[in-house]
């Protein structure tokens, strides 16, 4: 588990009359075993939020520190895409971001394979497989490095209904299981409230517009009344913030 | 089931040589209707053979047998390639990676594509005589360019989201070198080899013919020298048969392996006869010149 403190971020893109603002003056605090979804629609900079918390770009200005009972966090990352390396075998892709390629290094990756139900794949490359099983590979990755904190980037948008709701019930179990703080970025709404505990909605212009807490027990079920309120609430602020109009 | 062998790729690759041996027989036929004399340079298919036959048993007039020869210049083939690998790629790379250096080094290598394989060789062979020198320098010149532009290409094409990917999870920079950089180099790299061997081949025989004293292309000059067309053809045949065997045994074997993860690697020969397989990654294609 870690603690995420966001200070007055503000990430710019381009310059002059090209100027794009991703995200303004955002300031956060999260932290604990706790699952957050991002939303927003498309250009309201939930991806460069999370790149920014992954390191793999620089804010403009402001402050991002992750730690982890006072010192650097660990982090692990996935992706829209698995992004696997095409010419290693399962098993090489988790050892790949591993420290040391050790004895009880490989038993965790099995393990985390295993939990993906991926276990007697380990020496298949990732072209041998089907979507659903790179990503699930993808989050095996992720799982494997043990880290305090876990970034996903619309991991599931890119797969079939029913791949991805067998996914989303495995991360689930994964997340109460290992206890790591996550944050997951999304615009499915539903997605967002039958996972989460908090839900950040972005607006234009990458402005935190609101900070809903999900307080629901969990298994959540679509069909579920309170689960079908709690996405009327997120819809109203999208419309209350003017991301989405009803005729 | 005939008719569908006979529309198929196998029958195709068949009759190709059927069809050249009876072109062949009928331009010996045509062409000494009309200049009876034509028939001392034009030999016919089985004068060929035969030639080549007593080659590969080892019965020749000439200084060294086919073997003896073709090793010289798979020599001088390999120290060429070499060389202009590690030169191409190093340059390549840093064309790849630097705008100065490429606009620095690109019009230095479209003018050494674009010079002829014959300006090399006459070049290698006044600026270095006879010898294994001229030769194996016509082969850099002749197949650095193509390293050098592939190199350049792949790693402009280098797959900047498992860069992102080894950054999000801290991957050491050496590591992701070798484990991303690299291998996603390999495809450019052995386009480059390939066509560096083909033409490169070619170079050299040009190259030994003005100034070699011995190799494939000095032993075809031989058979020239003898008067000898059977020779000549012979041994350009041979030389092709040696290169399709190369191509054949060593290219496609080494493809095969280095590329097992990628499933359209077991299959790029029939990719010719068929339509591509539809696939959801982009492809990065390798430049061939």
Redesign the interface.
Known sequence: MADIKIVNLHKEFGAGADKVVALDDVNLELGGHVFVSVVGASGCGKSTLLNILSGIETPTNGQVTITQEGGPARAGYVFQSARLLPWRTVMDNLLFVQEDRSEPTRQRCQRYLDMVQLGDKGKKFPGELSGGMQQRVGIARAFSTEPDVLFMDEPFSHLDAITARSLRAELHHMWQETGKTVVFVTHDVSEAVELSNRILVFAKGGRLAEDIPMDLPFPRESADPDVALAKAEVFRTFERIGALTVR | MLFRALKGPLSGRLTFPLVCLGVWLLTIELVASIWPFAVDVLPTPWQVAGFMWDEITGNTLAPHNVYQTFWISLQRLGAGMLIAMVVGGVVGLAMGLSKSVNAFFNDWVVAILAMPNLAWALFCSLAFGFGDTGPIIAVVLTGVPYVIINVREGVRNAPS??Y????????PRE?AIR??LI?SL?PFLFAAGRYAFALGWKGLVVAEVFGGQDGAGWTIKFWYDAHRAYGVIGYALLFVIFALFFEKFLFDKLSRRIF????EASVAEEAFDQPPAVT??PQRTPQHG
Do not use: I, N, Q, Y
């Open positions: 989201d498992l992102d990917m080894a950054r999000a999870f801290g991957v590591r484990h991303v291998p390999m097992r993860w990628r499933p959801t990654e």
